[in-house]
């Protein structure tokens, strides 16, 4: 059977969920920033199987079972690794690749269209400083309200007028080819290519990782459309990408809401204004895939939306969306802002704590439910509680349960006058003259509607044991940590590397830092797979930690790899990065302290006298630099 290209893997476990993979088999509970269970795969009381959401990764610390949600498929489901896939693959709605014969080499297709995303960026980021006509879109963004350092922060840029300023720097037939395919040119019918964003203000869309993978752009004169998006491609789904969720995930500390507005300068403005927590849908209203991405982060979404028609039309779909979700615990609200307002007009108007007071007062999701479906209803009628019960309970119904839908169930039955049971017999959604289905494009005369935690002294799972390492003072007594055994049965016993493999398994990218000096020159199983890890992380540098452990599926490798990432208390990127370095440079110097000390103990054992001269110089010169390499000098 022909193998499956790594890229089309990578690109399934990017839009996968680990949370609702796992949930949908064993029922998870929102410990900390993580989720736990009792582990599926041993017998167990308390639980300590656990789900890390923003790197995406299980593990038990039970019985060391651990890895990514293909793992976990294939364990929990007896899969093999090609159904397992294929299975996950169904789920995300990807398509499986034509098929390669299995001597075919694997080529990574997403890549170059990375690439070719990124040189345009760069393109539009520099003819918004440089371009003769760059006076036009400055003076927009100033009468806008932005600063040059919120423009630098979400790249914007310029698409001057023409038709072929993108199109003049692709020098090849092949770039010209991933530039079309990555949505950046347009070909007619007539075969001419030509630049999709003319004349237009540029939007990068990036995804999770901080990569561009869309464009949006707002038209500087009359032309139409207004706002214009990349089409669908490879690397963009607009049904899986919120615009703004990048910069929530780097910027918006100790999070516990995010606010959904409906365009790209709302965000940006929010942004400006030190609220860092708002995203945009692109080009689509808001569904599932979103709200998954929403409550992995925080247990509370707002929805902000104009307060006409095509608002509440936007704010309906979404409360649609978000039913089926609604586990105790969450919380969706919803804001509606007077006519010819916008979350940009009032943050500049009245203040970001304004606005902020209005999120915290803004109406719930049962009060928005009941309002809508009850307009026009007299509940002082017969009919009316009748109408309201139809229209209301199968919307209930699609809570999941819990004491929410018992409470909203409860309200219900106040309001009409009848019993709990025979309203939760009402599920079918009934239609209303008030709520036909609302117009799939309603956004499209204005932008398209359209974390990371500080390390707070915890585990990656804050349900399993501390860890083995002394964070008080980590490399004082590194020579003496090496010796320590993190549990591995498969000899991984060397606690300071498994450390560093744990800080790259969170953290990827991390690798690039490692230079070839640093690795360690021993045999174990522990160097070896650190030297393959690294050599891995600089053949794809965007790898994520699912596809890291994915490498590494079913293995004792993917084992150790999976505990040494749940196990360590460094969780931020650049923490992350610090430690590594520092962690390996230890090693590096301490390796060079045994050979010198060796040598020295080789002169030392022979009377100083009998030394020749060479010899004593030798010795001195050993001397001095174990004392600058141990930091005594």
Known sequence: ??????????????????????????????????????????????????????????????????????????????????????????????????????????????????????????????????????????????????????????????????????????????????????????????????????????????????????????????GKPKYLNSPETPLFSKSHELYGLHHVRKFAKNLNRIVVVEGYMDVIALAQFGIHYAVATLGTSVGKPHLELLFRRVEQVVFCFDGDEAGRKAAFRGMEASLPMMEDGRQVKFLFLPEGEDPDTVVRSKGAKHLEHMFDTAAPLEQFLFEQMGEGIDLTTMDGKARLSKLVAPYINQIPDGVYKTLLFKSLAERTDMDVESLRRLREVQETPNHSEPNPQPYSDMAPPPVDDDYDGHSQFENGPPTDYDDTNPYDDMAEASDRDL?????????????????????????????????????????????????????????????LLGYWTNTVEGEALSEAAAKEVIDTENEINEHLVAILNKLSRDRRVNLLRTRAHELKSAPYTELSNEQKRELVTLMTEMRQLSGRD
Request: with cysteine.
């Open 1 to 222: 059977m022909a193998r499956l290209p790594q890229a089309f893997i990578d690109q399934v476990l990017d839009r996968t969920d680990i949370v609702d993979v796992i949930d949908r088999r064993v029922k998870l509970k929102k410990a900390g920033k993580n989720y736990s269970a009792c582990c599926p795969f041993h017998q167990e009381k308390t639980p300590s199987f656990s789900v890390n959401p923003e790197k995406q990764f299980f593990y038990c610390f039970g019985c060391g079972a651990g890895g990514n949600a293909l793992g976990f498929i294939m364990d929990y489901e007896r899969m093999e690794f090609r159904e397992a896939i294929e299975s996950l693959a169904q789920a995300a709605g990807i398509d499986l690749p034509a098929e390669d014969v299995d001597s075919a080499p694997q080529v990574d297709h997403q890549k170059p269209l990375y690439e070719s995303m990124e040189r345009a960026t760069k393109l539009y980021e520099g003819f918004l400083r440089q371009h003769k006509d760059r006076g036009r879109v400055v003076d927009y963004l100033k009468r806008r309200g932005l600063s040059g350092e919120i423009a630098r922060d979400f790249r914007l840029g310029f698409a001057p007028e023409g038709w072929d300023n993108l199109m003049q720097t692709l020098t090849d037939e092949v770039s010209v080819s991933n530039a079309l395919t990555a949505g950046l040119l347009i070909e007619n019918d007539k075969g001419r290519k030509y630049d999709r964003f003319r004349d237009r203000v540029i939007f990068p869309i990036v995804n999770q990782r901080g990569k561009v993978i869309a464009m949006g752009g707002r038209v500087l004169g009359d």
């Open 487 to 547: 549990g591995f049965d498969s000899g991984f016993n060397d606690g300071v590397l498994m450390r560093a493999l744990g800080l790259i398994a969170l953290h990827p990218p991390a690798a690039l830092l490692v230079a070839d000096e640093m690795l360690p020159d021993s045999s174990d199983k522990a160097a070896n797979l650190l030297r393959e890890v690294v050599a891995l992380v600089r053949e794809t540098p965007d790898m994520s930690t699912a596809a």
